[in-house]
């Protein structure tokens, strides 16, 4: 006399609510994505800027710089974007790259 009993995954209302769940968690997920992207590109674009400042300001090919500052955090690529004005030789902004990293590694 007992009626059986349907799995809870094969109901109407679950599988309603399972796509109604997988598209906020798509658009969710777009947003947070886009933001991410946001950041990872004006990072990108302002490394690129004080490599492209520092390879003009010494007359040195970009390609020594950009390995260089990669690793440094963002902040520290702007500060030296601030120091550069003060810096005579390619060397100095080398070596002031050097001490952020054992700076940053401590």
């Given at each position: 006399?007992?009626?059986?009993?349907?799995?809870?995954?094969e109901?109407?209302?679950?599988?309603?609510?399972?796509?109604?769940?997988?598209?906020?968690?798509?658009?969710?997920?777009?947003?947070?994505?886009?933001?991410?992207?946001?950041?990872?590109?004006?990072a990108?674009?302002?490394?690129?800027?004080?490599?492209?400042?520092?390879?003009r300001?010494?007359?040195?090919?970009?390609?020594?710089?950009?390995?260089?500052?990669?690793?440094?955090?963002?902040?520290?690529?702007?500060?030296?974007?601030?120091?550069?004005?003060?810096?005579?030789?390619?060397?100095?902004?080398?070596?002031?790259?050097?001490?952020?990293?054992?700076?940053?590694?401590?």
């Amino acid at each position: 006399m007992f009626v059986p009993l349907t799995p809870l995954e094969e109901t109407r209302s679950y599988k309603e609510l399972v796509a109604i769940g997988k598209k906020e968690g798509i658009k969710l997920g777009k947003k947070d994505g886009k933001k991410e992207g946001k950041k990872e590109g004006e990072a990108l674009a302002t490394r690129r800027t004080i490599a492209r400042m520092i390879a003009r300001r010494f007359n040195i090919n970009i390609r020594r710089v950009i390995p260089r500052i990669r690793s440094l955090p963002i902040n520290d690529v702007i500060d030296l974007g601030d120091q550069l004005f003060l810096m005579k030789t390619f060397s100095e902004a080398f070596q002031w790259i050097d001490d952020r990293k054992k700076e940053n590694s401590q």
